[in-house]
């Protein structure tokens, strides 16, 4: 029993609880480690810094800063759209069929990175095939303006013949987020922005996993939270809890 009593008493934490031995009335306080997630805007770009970034963006127009735009309208993997061509483009709709991936190869010992390559198929743990996203108007426009940037490209993002890569954007989003003045996050936050902000606006949950690209509604549900910023969830607050809207409302 002594033994059993040391153990309890040495679990560190946060959260108490008062445990009670009915035996001899002996009261234990202890605390035990809350588990806490990671807040909204450390998973994506909330509504402002998508504005201030958007609007950078815009202003900037190079092909770098066309492919993050359109990598927000699509919600796509940064894999996936380095890889869009023009011609998977069809009926308002563009085919997410193929992907950049690392090459790696065995030196006899360990396997070492060899650069990147295009592949005909997307993310194998997915199990899943390839799809249609629709173009928005803004989509649209973006596609257009890379056209004008890369009029003879095979890829949608080409600079001087050369397809941008996975590396380079990322380099770029982290480039335009400084120049933007916001915090940079990395690639794979558009995604969960683009999620979030469907699902702020009503889209249906398994249409938002069609245009990502998931399996399980589950990891779709993972992707999605609250864009709006501390103050957007308060002006939300004010007008849905202010008293004069009931009184409105009776009216």
Known sequence: MKSIMIALLRIAIDEEIIAENPMNGIYIKAKFRAVRKKSDGSKLY?????GALDTFLEEESTIEALCIQLMFQLGVRIGEGVALKFSDIEYG???IQRM???VLVFDGENFKSAGVQIVEH??????SEYRFILLTDVAKEIIRKAKELNPDGEFIFERNGERLTARAVTYWLSKYCR??????KSPHCTRRTTASRLGMEGMPLDKIREILGQVDERTTLSYIYNPNTEQGNLDIMNKSLNSSNKKNKKN
């Open 100 to 102: 950049e991936e690392k």
């Open 46 to 50: 909330l509504n402002d810094d998508f």
């Open 179 to 184: 120049d933007a003045g916001i915090t940079y």
């Open 122 to 127: 997307l993310k194998k743990e997915n199990d």
């Open 93 to 95: 709709k563009i085919a």
